[in-house]
């Protein structure tokens, strides 16, 4: 006390109101550490911008393509020597049969614009177009072969390097070193656009389109592997959910504490972090080595990415059952309801908002996974046809969304990258329409007790 | 008949059951529920799953072993002569199947009659027939091979009459006997409750038998490596150059060093940026602060590693040459291409901040207010209270956070699939090129390469590296979390 009173009496040595050095000292570190804290988030933040930036950039014009439009002459001696429009002798003409006649009336039509054209040979001059354009001419034709003989306007697809011209992908220092476009096809190009007779618009068939071959970037859509994955989730979906609510009930509500009981939760918890390509290897070893099932069939990597998502779905599925309160069960059996009944008619009900949710999550999880499906084989080959039917669309080879996604990226032309880009936007699209729908479902039907 | 019509025919039968069970009951109780032991739809159901599971579970049973025993005793009657070892004996056996599948095609759509596919003999033109039928077969077939085949037809053909005569007299059987226990005073409840306790204990058991089938498909292959190529050679091997022509050398040391050089890349970034961020998310923001910033972090947690690796390859990689690389801003010249450790390591972190954010934030919260007021009373700063009080006591569930997010990383595929390249080499250099255990799974396993090569087999002996790494860390982290965690619940 005589301390307290001595400094109260002489000058005060040190005012709450001065600030001293090593207060200052204090202050100073709390608010660097403040700031760190800021500064991480910041930073966090910074990615997720930075990441989302790039693949809108990236990805945004893979929607939009260039397409040419001219008339063609569908020469009736060419396409059909008969005359009789016999589906099965047109069907001999091949699309070297049908070349010729889009490359002429490419050079037709910029005669008749008064476009000037320095190509002597009108194969040259064609490297404008799509390789793929003759096909597409044919189909046209064998789907309505009354049309031989006439001539009727297409809107064939424009090469991916003209199409790289007008998204600012090729530029005409580029074009230098390759020997698959001059300049002087940009000026073409550059003409056809003033003329109306080039232009770049929505493409659908990058949405609902089949993979194309290397070189043909312009024609390749993920339309097929779409179909691939929702095949995929239907597996997952109709096997994880019941399984995986199985388990939990019987986790949570009936198993005794015992040794297999231990053994299956820590059986759980390590599966939910055992890396994902690992599942891939079983799922090679088990189901097509041993198993004998089909490579590359969605079945299989619906049933790998069941296994791999089983585990988030029991852990979420058992948070929600834990918290319908006991009050429900003890009710349920007071009025002299069996165990599995107060279970299957109270509790289960109850619990699933959650469960859907931890449900909805859980695929959105697998359709984004790539690893185990590289290893199952749905790379490497082209999705270059729809499924027939629903056992052809389980059993026969297709690809995956995220599983497409990688294949472009590997291949080694530019066009393919937007193509990538442009599928991660439609991947992410579907994630975030299922997260959306998992929050709407937690927010609207989710009790708290 | 094709076990898909004889599984809804079961399914009919046990439908049937159903109402005949209930109606069963009904009438011996004279239509008066009261004087039933259990609800009427429970004596239903015990006569339908009394018909289905024995049928079913007979017929899964006879699908699985069937064709095991048909190719063994097919197997056996192919002369020794004509395969070396074990590995031509199971290709020749796909081919047999392949005929054998080919010769039923050809027999359902009219081609062949039954009679006249059982007669071919090597002289017919059995290639091309098949080839008519969209079978593409690869060589022209021995005269065994067709034999082999049509005997693989007959037994298959026996068997499956024998299988739906047997799995439809179980049905029915089950199906009798229960219709016939249907009584009024029979425990339906109890004995359909069991049923339903069974199905619930083994789904949960499918946890344990996914663990196994890791396990096992990890370790038959990962034997039959080290069978061809020695396991010392293997673990302290300093080249990796498998070549699929033999000779391949196939040491891990380099692609340890590739994954753990990644790791700790990303794991340098993730960790301080994270555990700031859920410093700064519980102790110090504002609840409306952390409704927006704590979801938006964990956006970056739904995105599909595709897309990191996607962003590492075309964006990162090309931004890294453009500093580090020829020419590039800092004129260092470190950096040859786009894929190195330093892409891989850097978009991992970015991938792996959420993961240690959210982690250490549910830690950081669950260290007891009483803790935090104590040092605060005592005239602490708020700063110093966090790194003096709050992070030693969160201290081990961090470092378990840590650890999972080194597994993670450990196991992380796509990303360095698509950023790190491909060279293995032992170098300190951030800026080249390396390659880690998972890239090397995936090029082992996606090539043309035959599953009796070393160089296949031994992403089997990868896998089952990664999958032990992986696993120890998980549990090391997963019981320091579970007993941090115990200590102030």
């Given at each position: 006390?005589?301390?307290?009173s001595?400094?109260q009496?002489?000058?005060?040595?040190?005012?709450?109101?001065?600030?001293?050095?090593?207060?200052k000292?204090r202050?100073?570190?709390?608010?660097?550490?403040?700031?760190?804290?800021?500064?991480?988030?910041?930073?966090?933040?910074?990615?997720?911008?930075?990441?989302?930036?790039?693949?809108?950039?990236n990805?945004?014009?893979?929607f939009?393509?260039?397409?040419?439009?001219i008339?063609?002459e569908?020469?009736?001696?060419?396409?059909?020597?008969?005359?009789?429009r016999d589906?099965?002798?047109?069907?001999?003409?091949t699309?070297f049969?049908?070349?010729?006649?889009?490359?002429?009336a490419?050079?037709?039509?910029?005669?008749?614009?008064g476009?000037?054209n320095?190509?002597?040979?009108a194969?040259?001059?064609?490297?404008?177009?799509?390789s793929?354009?003759?096909a597409?001419?044919?189909?046209?034709?064998l789907?309505?072969?009354?049309?031989?003989?006439?001539?009727?306007?297409?809107?064939?697809?424009?090469?991916?390097?003209?199409d790289?011209y007008f998204?600012?992908?090729?530029?005409r220092?580029?074009l230098?070193?390759?020997?698959?476009?001059?300049?002087?096809?940009?000026?073409?190009?550059d003409?056809?656009?003033?003329?109306?007779?080039?232009d770049?618009?929505?493409?659908?068939d990058?949405?609902?389109g089949?993979?194309?071959?290397?070189?043909?970037?312009?024609?390749?859509g993920?339309g097929?592997?779409?179909v691939g994955?929702?095949?995929?989730?239907?597996?997952?979906?109709?096997?994880?959910?019941?399984?995986?609510v199985?388990?939990?009930?019987?986790?949570?509500?009936?198993?005794?504490?015992?040794?297999w009981?231990?053994?299956?939760e820590?059986?759980?918890?390590?599966l939910?972090a055992?890396?994902?390509?690992?599942y891939?290897?079983?799922?090679l070893?088990?189901?097509?080595?041993?198993?004998?099932?089909?490579?590359?069939?969605?079945?299989?990597?619906g049933?790998?990415?069941?296994?791999?998502?089983?585990?988030?779905?029991?852990?979420?599925?058992?948070?929600?059952?834990?918290?319908v309160?006991?009050s429900?069960?003890?009710?349920?059996?007071?009025?002299?309801?069996?165990?599995?009944?107060?279970?299957?008619?109270?509790?289960?009900?109850?619990?699933?908002?959650g469960?859907?949710?931890g449900?909805?999550?859980?695929?959105?999880?697998?359709?984004?996974?790539?690893?185990p499906?590289?290893?199952?084989?749905?790379?490497?080959?082209?999705?270059?046809?729809?499924?027939?039917?629903?056992?052809?669309?389980f059993?026969?080879?297709?690809?995956a969304?995220?599983?497409?996604?990688?294949?472009?990226?590997?291949?080694?032309?530019?066009?393919?990258?937007?193509?990538?880009?442009?599928?991660?936007?439609?991947?992410?699209?579907?994630?975030?329409?299922?997260n959306?729908?998992?929050?709407?479902?937690r927010?609207?039907?989710?009790?708290?007790? | 008949?094709?076990?898909l019509w004889?599984?809804?025919?079961?399914l009919v039968?046990?439908?049937?059951?159903?109402v005949?069970?209930?109606?069963?009951?009904?009438?011996?109780?004279g239509?008066?529920?009261?004087?039933?032991?259990?609800?009427?739809?429970?004596?239903?159901?015990?006569v339908m799953?009394?018909?289905?599971?024995?049928s079913?579970?007979?017929?899964?049973?006879?699908?699985?072993?069937?064709?095991?025993?048909?190719?063994?005793?097919?197997?056996?009657?192919?002369?020794?002569?004509?395969y070396?070892?074990?590995?031509?004996?199971?290709?020749?056996?796909?081919d047999?199947?392949?005929?054998a599948?080919?010769?039923t095609?050809?027999?359902s759509?009219?081609?062949?009659?039954?009679?006249a596919?059982q007669?071919?003999?090597?002289?017919?033109d059995?290639?091309?027939?098949?080839?008519?039928?969209?079978?593409?077969?690869?060589?022209?077939?021995?005269?065994?091979?067709?034999?082999?085949?049509?005997?693989?037809?007959?037994k298959?053909?026996?068997?499956?009459w024998?299988m739906?005569?047997?799995?439809?007299?179980?049905?029915?059987?089950g199906?009798?006997?229960?219709?016939?226990a249907?009584?009024?005073?029979?425990?339906?409840r109890n004995?359909?409750e069991?049923?339903?306790?069974?199905?619930?204990?083994?789904?949960?058991?499918?946890?344990?038998?996914?663990?196994?089938?890791?396990?096992?498909?990890?370790?038959?292959?990962?034997?039959?490596?080290?069978?061809l190529?020695?396991?010392?050679?293997?673990?302290?091997?300093?080249?990796?150059?498998?070549?699929f022509?033999?000779?391949s050398?196939?040491?891990?040391?380099?692609l340890?060093?590739?994954?753990?050089?990644?790791?700790i890349i990303?794991l340098?970034?993730?960790?301080?940026?994270?555990l700031?961020?859920?410093?700064?998310?519980?102790?110090?923001?504002?609840?409306?602060?952390?409704?927006?910033?704590?979801?938006?972090?964990?956006?970056?947690a739904?995105i599909p590693t595709?897309?990191?690796?996607?962003?590492?390859l075309?964006?990162?990689?090309?931004?890294?040459?453009?500093?580090?690389?020829?020419?590039?801003s800092?004129?260092?010249?470190?950096?040859?291409?786009?894929?190195a450790?330093?892409?891989?390591?850097?978009?991992?972190?970015?991938?792996?901040?959420?993961?240690?954010s959210?982690?250490?934030?549910?830690?950081?919260?669950?260290?007891?207010?009483?803790?935090?007021?104590?040092?605060?009373?005592?005239?602490?700063?708020?700063?110093?209270?966090?790194?003096q009080?709050?992070?030693?006591?969160?201290l081990?569930?961090?470092?378990g956070?840590?650890?999972?997010?080194?597994?993670?990383?450990?196991g992380?595929?796509?990303?360095?699939?698509?950023?790190?390249?491909?060279?293995?080499?032992?170098?300190?250099?951030p800026?080249?090129?390396?390659?880690?255990?998972t890239?090397?799974?995936?090029?082992?396993?996606?090539?043309?390469?035959d599953?009796?090569?070393?160089?296949?087999?031994?992403?089997?002996?990868?896998?089952?590296?990664?999958?032990?790494?992986?696993?120890?860390?998980?549990?090391?982290?997963?019981l320091?979390?579970?007993?941090?965690?115990?200590?102030y619940?």
């Amino acid at each position: 006390m005589s301390d307290l009173s001595s400094s109260q009496n002489g000058a005060p040595k040190n005012s709450l109101l001065k600030v001293d050095a090593r207060t200052k000292k204090r202050n100073a570190s709390e608010a660097r550490f403040k700031a760190y804290g800021i500064g991480a988030i910041a930073l966090g933040l910074c990615f997720l911008v930075t990441l989302l930036v790039s693949i809108l950039g990236n990805g945004v014009p893979a929607f939009k393509q260039t397409f040419i439009t001219i008339p063609v002459e569908l020469t009736e001696s060419k396409l059909d020597k008969s005359g009789t429009r016999d589906l099965e002798v047109m069907k001999k003409v091949t699309t070297f049969g049908y070349k010729p006649l889009v490359e002429n009336a490419l050079v037709a039509a910029l005669e008749k614009e008064g476009i000037e054209n320095p190509f002597a040979k009108a194969k040259d001059l064609a490297k404008l177009l799509s390789s793929s354009a003759p096909a597409q001419v044919r189909d046209v034709v064998l789907d309505n072969p009354n049309l031989v003989g006439q001539t009727v306007e297409f809107r064939l697809l424009a090469g991916s390097r003209v199409d790289g011209y007008f998204k600012g992908r090729v530029t005409r220092d580029a074009l230098a070193r390759d020997k698959n476009l001059d300049a002087a096809h940009l000026d073409i190009a550059d003409a056809m656009v003033a003329a109306g007779m080039m232009d770049t618009t929505f493409n659908a068939d990058f949405v609902l389109g089949a993979d194309a071959s290397e070189s043909r970037p312009e024609q390749a859509g993920i339309g097929v592997s779409m179909v691939g994955s929702l095949f995929m989730m239907i597996v997952v979906l109709c096997l994880s959910l019941p399984i995986g609510v199985a388990a939990s009930i019987y986790l949570e509500e009936f198993a005794p504490q015992n040794k297999w009981t231990d053994l299956i939760e820590v059986n759980i918890s390590n599966l939910a972090a055992v890396p994902s390509i690992v599942y891939g290897i079983l799922g090679l070893a088990v189901f097509i080595q041993f198993a004998h099932l089909p490579q590359s069939a969605p079945l299989v990597g619906g049933l790998v990415l069941t296994l791999m998502t089983l585990p988030t779905i029991i852990i979420s599925t058992r948070a929600s059952l834990k918290a319908v309160p006991p009050s429900i069960r003890d009710a349920a059996l007071g009025i002299g309801a069996s165990k599995m009944q107060s279970v299957f008619h109270h509790v289960l009900p109850l619990a699933m908002p959650g469960i859907l949710t931890g449900t909805i999550i859980g695929l959105a999880q697998a359709l984004g996974e790539t690893a185990p499906l590289l290893l199952i084989g749905m790379v490497g080959f082209i999705a270059s046809n729809m499924p027939d039917g629903i056992a052809s669309g389980f059993l026969d080879p297709n690809s995956a969304m995220p599983a497409q996604i990688y294949e472009w990226a590997k291949r080694a032309d530019p066009a393919y990258y937007e193509r990538a880009w442009g599928g991660i936007i439609i991947l992410l699209g579907f994630l975030m329409t299922m997260n959306i729908i998992a929050v709407i479902l937690r927010r609207r039907f989710e009790r708290r007790w | 008949m094709p076990a898909l019509w004889l599984f809804i025919t079961v399914l009919v039968l046990g439908l049937a059951g159903f109402v005949l069970g209930r109606k069963r009951v009904m009438a011996d109780a004279g239509g008066d529920i009261r004087k039933l032991h259990s609800l009427p739809n429970y004596y239903g159901a015990n006569v339908m799953l009394s018909a289905l599971i024995p049928s079913l579970g007979l017929l899964v049973l006879w699908l699985i072993v069937q064709p095991m025993i048909v190719q063994a005793t097919v197997a056996s009657h192919i002369p020794t002569e004509n395969y070396a070892d074990s590995g031509a004996l199971n290709l020749l056996m796909s081919d047999v199947r392949r005929v054998a599948d080919g010769l039923t095609l050809a027999v359902s759509q009219g081609a062949l009659s039954p009679q006249a596919a059982q007669d071919l003999t090597g002289a017919d033109d059995v290639r091309g027939l098949l080839g008519n039928l969209g079978i593409a077969l690869g060589t022209d077939i021995e005269d065994y091979v067709l034999t082999a085949a049509q005997e693989y037809r007959v037994k298959s053909n026996t068997g499956n009459w024998i299988m739906t005569v047997a799995v439809i007299a179980a049905g029915v059987l089950g199906f009798a006997l229960a219709l016939r226990a249907t009584s009024k005073s029979h425990r339906a409840r109890n004995s359909v409750e069991k049923v339903i306790l069974a199905l619930l204990i083994g789904a949960a058991s499918i946890a344990v038998l996914t663990t196994i089938g890791i396990v096992f498909s990890l370790i038959f292959n990962t034997i039959e490596f080290f069978k061809l190529y020695p396991a010392d050679e293997f673990f302290f091997g300093t080249t990796w150059a498998p070549s699929f022509g033999g000779g391949s050398e196939l040491g891990i040391l380099p692609l340890f060093w590739g994954t753990f050089y990644i790791s700790i890349i990303s794991l340098l970034v993730a960790v301080p940026i994270g555990l700031f961020a859920a410093v700064y998310l519980s102790e110090y923001a504002g609840p409306k602060m952390r409704g927006i910033a704590k979801p938006l972090l964990e956006v970056l947690a739904g995105i599909p590693t595709i897309v990191y690796g996607l962003f590492a390859l075309i964006t990162v990689g090309p931004m890294l040459v453009g500093l580090f690389g020829k020419d590039g801003s800092f004129g260092v010249n470190w950096m040859q291409g786009g894929s190195a450790v330093m892409t891989a390591g850097l978009v991992m972190g970015v991938m792996l901040i959420p993961f240690i954010s959210s982690l250490s934030d549910d830690i950081i919260n669950s260290v007891p207010q009483a803790m935090r007021d104590g040092s605060l009373g005592l005239g602490a700063t708020k700063s110093e209270t966090i790194k003096q009080v709050i992070l030693p006591a969160a201290l081990p569930g961090i470092v378990g956070a840590i650890l999972l997010a080194a597994s993670r990383a450990i196991g992380e595929t796509m990303i360095v699939v698509l950023g790190a390249g491909a060279a293995a080499r032992l170098s300190m250099n951030p800026f080249e090129a390396m390659t880690t255990v998972t890239t090397r799974i995936v090029s082992q396993l996606t090539g043309d390469a035959d599953f009796s090569s070393p160089e296949a087999l031994v992403a089997f002996a990868l896998g089952m590296t990664l999958f032990v790494i992986t696993l120890c860390l998980n549990i090391v982290a997963l019981l320091i979390v579970r007993k941090y965690r115990e200590q102030y619940d």
